[in-house]
């Protein structure tokens, strides 16, 4: 006995990462009181503190489980301990109160699905939850959405106004309850409430009658706002051609496709080829929409995804999806509540006065939304999952760095896709997506996101790293900021966000392509090849650069790039053939798409983004968009459509003439040459968006080997929007590797605007200061 008690040993433990919110204080309680051990447990605003004496070996085994077996939602950073002097103190093991002490440092959880065990409460009749919307638990539920401040308590949530009826109180406070400390936890008798209004915001029916008169109106063909975790959707059955038409017009949203919600798997099954990869993406906590190839015959409305092979499918995450998927049986467009390109409604009032007019009647609920978040977009590709909108389900868990911070950073993004980013210590932070911030409502959403996620994360930022676009509003606050403001080059930013996801602290060759981003010349760059780490880049080779014939005009309208491209390739005699077909317009812009290195008409471009846009209106695939991106994701769908190996074998010789300023260039003019030959031929232009493909991707390949050879590098990384193309990505990917060099491909962050933040903030955090 005595020998037992000289073992007895008090430790100090620290926990941090992603701990407060997903039932980790009830996991170590649970733990250690089987375990025989004796102290306390609290949260605070560094993570989770235990203070716990005991055995060696059971104090062993606390610490394994903490870092081994954590709670399913809890992402654990780190588990130091300390020992202490033994002072036989405690006579049992208790959860003490969060203490509200100085600054924050706590990750704040993300948005969960629904649990199993909850799921089964809302089917079971029996059950005091029977049917019941909000019912969740400390392994699911709303968190980053209803958050206000740190550390996570029910008083600092949008449930604050709740008051918990006795049994929901017993099950708060029982240490064995699965909602021990869940702080959103709720009931039939003491929780939010959904309801059914009329557009003007009449109430026409609450709780289970709601439910059944949303159904109702769904079936009938209506559009319905509804209310879910971190927005309004808006909502109509897929199936219903007019009803669908009908959501298109009114949201007067031209192209870009609906996402879908299922009832379960099963019917994901039935309407698009899942490969393992998307199956588990749709099935995971975070409920991504998930972006499959559309099966023949699926009965959804053309109107769902015009023109699209692919149709954005997810699985219901709250008990309200649940109740209202079993309840109507067939798949509902659930596009994010807003018009056009404002951000998605999240406030009631706001709602109602943006939507109402939108909608035939409301499912709404009195539980606030504190931060709105968008559905996340993922696609399988195949090879990995790639992020393409990283927010609900994913935002604001935190990204390690591969080394420690130097200083506490706000990082503002781009323009489009916006996110922000906060680093400090080991931790980057990005937002939930945000959105284009040329719209006001988005830029004053923008400003909220800034300084919720300081208040989160008890970041004091002592530096702000910015785009160099002197245009971007996001360059403009953070410059009247009183912070000391880091300029990161746009694409240098997008390959140090690719490095920080994959923790690579060395040099790379990185290629960067992308739509259009502020170079250090002031043109337009997006087709780079940089020798980059977190310290600086080094501009290595380019995209040829040609005129961008009436600027921001030929980002909207492909055909202008056509003709630049054209007159590069073939001479403005071509350039002067192809136009008649083209446009009516195009007598005027043809001596602005003529690169004269006199006169400079026009911005010059090394945009790749603009490159598929022009081949996209050389084939005839659309001389306009609706949305940035849409021609080069067209052009995609097209080449996808012949395997690899059939694709032609179009010229893959990079013409690399140096540039005045000693670059390499990539001149894919050959390669135009070919597609303009073949487009004159009436080839089958799905086989001409191939042969580009793997043309462009070759000699990418082949120019970025070159170059890593060249610096003495053996890692090279590929981001910005460009690579969102999957079989452009995997070309280029294919052709590095067999040259024998690692490639870094995205997984977790988007490779495109979205994910400038995540590089700016590591830029800032882990490189050397500017001069
Ligand atoms: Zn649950
Ligand atoms: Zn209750």
């Known amino acids: 006995m005595s020998e037992l008690r000289q073992l007895t040993e008090r430790r100090r433990v620290r926990v941090t990462g992603t701990v407060q919110g997903v039932g980790f204080r009830p996991f170590v309680f649970r733990h250690a009181v089987a375990l025989g051990l004796v102290g306390f447990v609290l949260n605070d605003s560094s993570g989770v503190l235990i203070e716990v004496e005991g055995e060696h070996t059971e104090l062993a085994e606390l610490c394994r489980l903490l870092s081994e077996a954590p709670p399913p939602l809890a992402r654990v950073t780190s588990v130091d301990w300390a020992t202490l002097p033994s002072d036989g103190t405690f006579d049992s093991f208790r959860i003490v109160d969060s203490t509200a002490d100085r600054v924050p440092n706590v990750a704040v959880s993300v948005d969960s699905a629904t649990c199993d065990d909850c799921l089964s409460e809302v089917d079971d009749p029996y059950d005091r939850r029977y049917g019941y919307p909000f019912t969740n638990c400390t ?54 409430r959904i309801a059914f209004y009329h557009p003007t915001g009449r109430l026409l029916a609450e709780a289970g009658a709601a439910l059944d008169a949303v159904v109702e109106v769904l079936c009938a063909g209506q559009i319905v706002a509804i209310k879910g975790i971190g927005g309004y959707h808006l909502a109509c059955d897929a199936s219903n051609h007019e009803a669908v038409a009908e959501l298109r017009r009114r949201k007067a949203r031209d192209d870009k496709p609906f996402a879908l919600m299922v009832t379960d798997l099963e019917m994901a099954r039935s309407m698009c080829v899942l490969d393992p990869g998307a199956e588990s993406a749709l099935g995971c906590v975070a409920r991504p929409i998930v972006l499959a190839r559309r099966k023949p015959g699926t009965a959804v409305a053309d109107g769902v995804a015009p023109g699209m092979p692919d149709l954005g499918l997810m699985l219901p995450y709250t008990p309200l999806h649940h109740l209202l998927m079993a309840k109507v049986a067939r798949p509902l467009v659930m596009s994010s509540g807003n018009q056009s390109d404002d951000p998605i409604a999240h406030a009631d009032e706001d709602a109602f006065a943006r939507l109402g007019p939108m909608v035939d009647a409301v499912l709404a609920h009195d539980r606030r939304i504190h931060v709105r978040c968008d559905d996340s977009v993922v696609r399988a590709t195949g090879r990995r999952l790639q992020m393409v909108r990283r927010s609900r389900g994913y935002a604001p868990e935190a990204l390690l760095l591969p080394r420690e911070s130097a200083r506490q950073v706000l990082a503002v993004g781009a323009e489009l896709k916006s996110t922000v980013s906060v680093a400090k210590k080991s931790l980057v932070v990005c937002s939930h997506h945000i959105g284009d911030l040329e719209h006001l409502a988005t830029y004053q959403a923008f400003l909220q996101a800034t300084v919720h996620l300081c208040r989160l994360f008890g970041i004091e930022p002592e530096v702000v790293a910015h785009d160099l676009h002197p245009e971007y509003l996001s360059t403009k606050h953070a410059l009247d900021l009183d912070l000391e403001p880091w300029p990161v080059q746009h694409h240098h930013a997008h390959i140090a966000s690719c490095l920080a996801e994959h923790g690579h602290t060395g040099t790379v060759l990185g290629i960067a392509f992308d739509g259009l981003g502020y170079g250090t010349d002031g043109t337009m760059w997006g087709g780079e090849f940089l020798v980059a780490d977190f310290n600086g880049f080094e501009r290595a080779a380019h995209l040829q650069p040609v005129p961008m014939p009436g600027g921001a005009a030929a980002v909207r309208e492909p055909w202008r790039m056509a003709l630049a491209w054209t007159a590069r390739a073939a001479g403005a005699d071509a350039a002067a053939r192809l136009g008649t077909a083209l446009d009516p317009r195009w007598s005027q812009v043809l001596p602005l798409a003529v690169a004269d290195s006199e006169r400079r008409h026009s911005i010059l471009t090394t945009s790749v983004g603009r490159l598929f846009d022009a081949v996209a209106a050389l084939v005839g695939l659309r001389s306009q968009v609706t949305y940035e991106g849409q021609a080069a994701i067209e052009l995609e769908v097209l080449a996808r459509s012949v395997p690899r190996t059939s694709a032609p074998k179009y010229p893959t010789e990079i013409v690399d003439a140096a540039s005045p300023e000693g670059f390499d260039v990539l001149d894919p003019s050959p390669l135009i040459a070919t597609v303009l030959t073949e487009v004159e031929r009436g080839t089958d232009r799905s086989v001409i968006a191939a042969g580009f493909h793997e043309g462009l991707g070759r000699a990418t390949a082949a120019l970025g080997a070159r ?32 040259e024998g060099l690692t490639v870094l491909v995205h997984e977790s962050v988007p490779p495109n605007d979205g994910g400038i933040s995540v590089g700016q903030a590591a830029i800032a955090a882990l490189g050397t200061r500017p001069d």
Do not use: W
């Open 707 to 738: 170059l890593a050879r060249r610096h003495g590098l053996d890692t090279v990384a590929l981001s910005g929007g460009v690579f969102q193309n999957v079989r452009f990505s995997d070309i280029v990917e294919d052709a590095l590797a067999a």
């Open 139 to 192: 392994n699911c539920g709303p968190r980053y959405t209803i958050v206000l401040s740190v550390p996570y308590d029910r008083p600092a949530t949008t449930m604050a106004g709740f008051k918990m009826c006795a049994e929901c109180q017993t099950e708060y406070e029982d240490p064995v309850d699965r909602r021990f400390h869940a702080q959103p936890n709720a009931c039939p008798s003491c929780g939010p």
